[in-house]
């Protein structure tokens, strides 16, 4: 039988990434997401699984569904690990990827096209392009020896705001042909109510629109195009101008310009720089930062930190993007900041200004139907979706399995079960600044200063001053520290550099351990606390 273990993205929303395996070992992966980081307050931007941890052969290929940063931000990392994978996705995707690599130029690729299959590792895979929130997005369908998977996940039946469809005939076709196991989108399938339709949600902009006297400033995911071009349709008709705030929005607008644009008018879109020189009640600006990231455009013009733009009485910000859970709180402070400054804040809870591009559960029950699996198995979710999902499929008498990250199953014609293997492969963490690996230690290091703070200890020492040691300085920082204790800890420190002796002089290393030994376990037996020590001897 094939195997398969997720790697990040079940039981979590982010991170989404499957290594599928056949009965003799050779593998693929489909995905490689990253996930924003709970450990956000120690500066960590996102987290990416640990695809150098995988163990056993290289996977042959990297398949790729679409270019949302939770399923493609970790292909650098993945491409570092094992530099010889092949990635196959769709033109759009792959200019994406070639971008999130570095334009690698010995990035070895295939296109994903309807109705021609390409080879990865030991299977087929067959690709069906599909409506989702951004362009190029496909479901897949891989074909071994041992049986059929498809992966639907990121795809909606109702055509997207680029106005792309999901071609339902190609998805029964699949069901036509058998297959053995369907990974199906848990996203929203604890939604029962039918969203908004992509027309609905231009017209509710436009309504929006048409109501601000002062700037509009619309705050959407950067790589949501549709939605874009669907506000810059909107400026065109209220006599605005569009301007695109934000790297990751200008990049996503860059990449679509190669691939043939947006179609809009030339000249409405503007770039950031002119935003000084326009009228507030002339633009619209569309902002990055929807789910309130750090230094992101959204999250600097809510605190007036954005060049050329404050927010004032008049202004309006439309939230028109989904709250990844785990973001509430953040953005809740980052509208209230807008609301101090007299702005009206309007979200899709409020109008029908974001459409979800994850289905529902009458598109869901849809999906089941078309495709017909023997076994389902839910992706994309926290445990309870992922549970819904199930009983969707259950509900049908489709066989169902759900598990989490690091749960081996094996599926093919004979069935679908877990293994009992866990196979976890762990994290690599990203800083929130320039999004470089972060090391392990540097996060410890990170936690012991925000929760217990910092004792640093400078010994000047001087050949001219009488016995060479000058006297020692105490500083606490980010800890509560009792009246007395800086100057005990002082007299306490200078005593012990006194029973060093001789030594002391001609070590000054030895003697910097030997002060942040003795400073370590002093503080930790006074105030029973572990704060970050630091021992300095300085020459002056
Ligand atoms: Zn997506």
């Not at 619309?218 to 934000?246: D, E």
């Not at 762990?426 to 200063?449: F, K, N, T, Y």
Request: glycine fraction near 10%.
């Amino acid at each position: 039988m094939a195997t398969l273990v997720a790697l990040g993205g079940l039981g979590e929303f982010g991170a989404n990434s499957l290594l599928v395996e056949d009965e003799g070992g050779a593998r693929v992966l489909l995905d490689a997401g990253a996930a924003f980081s709970d450990l956000a307050a120690f500066g960590v931007g996102y987290e990416v699984p640990d695809f150098a941890a995988i163990g056993g052969g290289p996977p042959a290929a990297v398949v790729v569904t679409h270019a949302h940063d939770d399923h493609i931000k970790g292909i650098a990392f993945l491409r570092e690990a094992h530099p010889a994978i092949e990635l196959a996705a769709s033109r759009t995707t792959l200019a994406w990827a070639r971008r999130a690599t570095g334009n690698g130029a010995a990035l070895a690729t295939r296109e994903l096209q309807l109705g021609i299959p390409v080879p990865a590792g030991p299977f087929t895979v067959h690709a069906v392009p599909v409506s989702h929130s951004i362009p190029g997005t496909v479901a897949l369908r891989l074909e071994g020896a041992d049986g059929a998977l498809v992966l639907a996940t990121d795809l909606r039946l109702a055509p997207s705001a680029l106005e792309e469809s999901t071609s339902q005939e190609a998805l029964a076709a699949w069901g036509d042909a058998g297959t053995d196991l369907l990974l199906l989108d848990s996203t929203n399938a604890l939604v029962r109510a039918e969203p908004p339709s992509e027309a609905t949600v231009a017209e509710a902009i436009e309504e929006q629109v048409r109501k601000v006297r002062g700037a509009v400033i619309a705050v959407s995911f950067a790589s949501q195009l549709g939605r874009f071009r669907q506000l810059a349709r909107a400026a065109a008709a209220t006599g605005r101008l569009v301007v695109p705030v934000g790297r990751g929005l200008v990049e996503s607008l860059e990449v679509q310009a190669r691939l043939g644009g947006l179609g809009l008018p030339l000249g409405l879109v503007r770039p950031a720089r002119e935003l000084p020189s326009l009228p507030r009640d002339r633009v619209i600006v569309v902002a990055t930062g929807s789910q309130g990231e750090p230094g992101s455009a959204f999250s600097r013009l809510a605190v007036d930190l954005l060049p050329g733009l404050r927010l004032r009485p008049g202004d309006t910000v439309l939230h028109a993007a989904r709250v990844i859970p785990g973001n509430e709180r953040r953005l809740a402070h980052l509208f209230d900041h807008c609301v101090r400054r007299g702005a009206r804040v309007v979200t899709a809870a409020e109008a029908p200004i974001h459409a979800s591009g994850h289905p529902h559960q009458a598109e869901l029950a849809r999906l089941l139907d078309l495709v017909r699996p023997r076994w389902v198995l839910p992706v994309h979710g926290r445990r309870r979706h992922l549970e819904a999902v199930a009983e969707l499929a259950r509900a049908r008498g489709i066989g169902t399995l759900v598990v989490e990250n690091g749960e081996e199953v094996a599926w093919g014609r004979s069935g679908v079960a877990v293994t009992g293997e866990l196979r976890q492969v762990g994290r690599i963490l990203l800083d929130d600044v320039g999004e470089e690996v972060l090391d392990p230690a540097i996060l410890r290091h990170r936690r012991s200063l925000a929760r217990e703070g910092m004792v640093v200890a400078v010994l000047p020492c001087s050949r001219a001053a009488p016995g060479g040691l000058g006297d020692v300085q105490i500083h606490v920082s980010g800890m509560p520290a009792a009246a007395g204790l800086v100057d005990q800890l002082a007299v306490g420190l200078t005593a012990e550099i006194g029973r060093a002796g001789i030594l002391a002089r001609r070590d000054p290393e030895w003697l910097r351990s030997t002060m942040a030994r003795w400073l370590r376990s002093e503080v930790r037996r006074r105030t029973r606390r572990r704060p970050v020590v630091v021992a300095l001897v300085v020459e002056l």
